[in-house]
């Protein structure tokens, strides 16, 4: 009676024991199961969301650069257009460009911005090759602007004499102008390397013949002062025309 009962209790036993390790075996089975599609899936979608976090970051911080340049540029520019204006405004000779400017029809920021330029309102400003006073007229150049003007007893102490010297400079300006049709890159190019020179320039290196850009001027030195020049020249234009 025992031994009958004991047998059937162990048959369920290993029957129960069957059942578990068949369970195990379908868990384990089924966590080997996990497709590779799905852990390459995983994988795309974290690259993807660390890519979307690294661009963020850089599209953040580019913007912040761009926005620090254009803060900075407009400082210079904010520091610039003080610097020229207070140049005219405290050099005491306002009125004289203003008189031969209207005298002359030549723009008084481009004779602003030639003097800034030249001698930085310095009227006693010499140069090694002898140019004298604020817009800087050399000794021969003064006496043939002299003869033109029909100054008498013009001497060459007199390019000091901030009157003389900005009529003569105004003068000239007007001068190179009626040459170059009122174009101010080739007036200022002119004024410092000459006519004839920016003549020849014209012939040489100008696309149409008529026109000079700075980039087509042939020589350093004067394509870095014309360039100075048209930077005044604005600032100096829009101090007194446009924020009028």
């Known amino acids: 009676m025992t031994a009958d009962n004991d047998r059937p209790t162990a048959r369920r036993r290993r029957s129960d024991r069957n059942i578990r390790s068949n369970r195990r075996s379908a868990k384990a089975r089924g966590k080997r199961r996990v497709s590779p599609i799905v852990w390459i899936l995983l994988v795309v979608s974290l690259a993807f969301l660390a890519y979307a976090i690294i661009n963020k970051n850089t599209a953040q911080t580019r913007l912040d650069n761009l926005h620090a340049e254009r803060e900075a540029a407009k400082k210079r520019h904010e520091d610039e257009l003080v610097y020229y204006v207070n140049l005219r405004k405290n050099s005491g000779v306002e009125d004289i460009i203003n008189k031969y400017s209207a005298m002359y029809q030549v723009d008084s920021n481009m004779v602003s911005a030639v003097i800034a330029r030249e001698s930085h309102y310095d009227m006693y400003a010499q140069s090694r090759v002898g140019a004298r006073g604020l817009m800087q ?18 001497t060459y102490e007199h390019l000091f004499d901030p009157d003389i010297n900005i009529r003569f400079g105004t003068w000239y300006l007007s001068y190179l102008s009626d040459n170059f049709g009122g174009d101010p890159i080739l007036v200022a190019s002119a004024y410092h390397a000459g006519l004839s020179n920016v003549k020849l320039w014209l012939l040489r290196h100008s696309e149409d013949g008529v026109n000079l850009g700075t980039h087509e001027i042939p020589m350093d030195d004067t394509k870095d002062y014309v360039k100075k020049v048209m930077n005044a020249y604005a600032l100096y234009y829009e101090n007194y025309v446009v924020n009028q």
């Open 137 to 154: 007229i050399m000794e021969d150049t003064g006496k043939w602007i002299a003869g033109k003007l029909n100054v008498e007893g013009y």
